[in-house]
């Protein structure tokens, strides 16, 4: 048994200068197989081979040219329980290993995720669902930034991808270099008996939630309303409900939520068709001169796996306009 646990001592010690021979001429080879993994695996080798061939000798003996069988219970018991559980260890710490080289040496993907305060919570999802996507497409560990839209732009260079925005936010430039992959409707609340259609006609302040644009449609027919910015949707409706506004903009997202919690708002309040419509709420997609982003969200965006995403979380298919 001495003897042969010296002739593996011997392979290991050939194994170890061998290694740092490989080593030496190709340097790059100590990022995904560090020398500490080739002792260690070396070493918990030798002893599983040394652990196997003692038990082999004290299971069987030979006397005679027959094969009698003396196993020691106790002394059998352990040294196998002692075998699995070094033999789990090396397992365990192979995977772990190969775990964190791959993560390590895997291309990072820094994708920074707009978020207000009043916004729907459902749309932050979502949006953290397609930097993953787009991870996944390019075979990039994704790094999430969550930040405001002010410090998005302005750290803009920091960033491969910004998930987000609204127009207000941007320049025409950084429009430019964009893409509009979400279109949440905004709805026009009013109470029922007071209904609103015509908003060219109106003069009385309308609550708007302040993440909201100025919808586009009204821009485009010159309507100059008289809007007052509200914190959330919730204190938009109330001042609906207390008649402090004529009306209020709310997205449909927002809207649903509060009206399934609150039944005296279903019983009061109205959806409105109005004239000119309100439009919908467009959120961007930023893409810092990273054409490869560009074009695995395209992809992602083509093979209808964004409408099916939009779908699941939000309810419904909002990725066109």
Not at 101 to 110: F, G
Not at 149 to 168: D, R
Not at 196 to 224: F, G, H, M, R
Not at 276 to 290: E, F, G
Request: charged share 20%; glycine share 2%; aromatic share 12%.
């Amino acid at each position: 048994m001495s003897r042969t646990f010296q002739n593996l001592y011997l392979i290991f010690c050939q194994f170890l200068i061998l290694t740092d021979k490989i080593y030496s001429f190709f340097p790059w080879l100590l990022i995904k197989f560090p020398i500490i993994l080739h002792s260690l695996s070396s070493f918990i080798l030798i002893f599983c081979t040394k652990l196997v061939l003692s038990l082999y000798n004290n299971i069987y003996q030979h006397h005679k040219g027959v094969t009698f069988f003396i196993m020691n219970k106790k002394t059998s018991i352990f040294r196998i329980t002692i075998g699995l559980f070094v033999c789990l260890f090396f397992l365990l710490f192979l995977g772990l290993h190969f775990h964190t080289t791959q993560n390590s040496t895997q291309e990072k993907l820094t994708v920074a995720i707009v978020k207000d305060s009043t916004e729907n919570k459902k749309i932050s999802t979502f949006n953290k669902k397609i930097a993953s996507a787009i991870g996944k497409k390019l075979k990039k560990k994704v790094i999430l930034k969550t930040v405001t839209a002010t410090t998005a732009i302005q750290n803009k260079q920091k960033y491969s991808v910004i998930i987000g925005l609204h127009e207000k936010a941007m320049n025409k430039q950084e429009i430019k270099h964009s893409l509009v992959y979400l279109y949440i409707p905004n709805e026009l609340v009013s109470l029922k008996d007071k209904g609103l259609s015509n908003l060219s006609a109106t003069t009385k302040k309308i609550s708007i939630v302040k993440n909201i644009d100025y919808p586009q449609s009204l821009v485009l027919s010159d309507i100059k309303l008289h809007f007052e910015r509200e914190s959330s949707a919730a204190d938009a409706i109330n001042s609906v409900m207390t008649k402090r506004t004529r009306a209020a903009i709310v997205s449909a997202l927002d809207y649903t939520a509060l009206t399934s919690k609150n039944i005296d708002y279903l019983e009061n309040l109205k959806t409105n068709q109005s004239t000119p419509p309100v439009s919908a709420q467009a959120y961007y997609l930023y893409v810092n001169k990273d054409t490869s982003a560009k074009k695995a969200f395209t992809s992602f965006q083509g093979s209808q796996a964004l409408a099916r995403l939009s779908f699941n979380i939000l309810g419904q298919d909002y990725t066109k306009q």
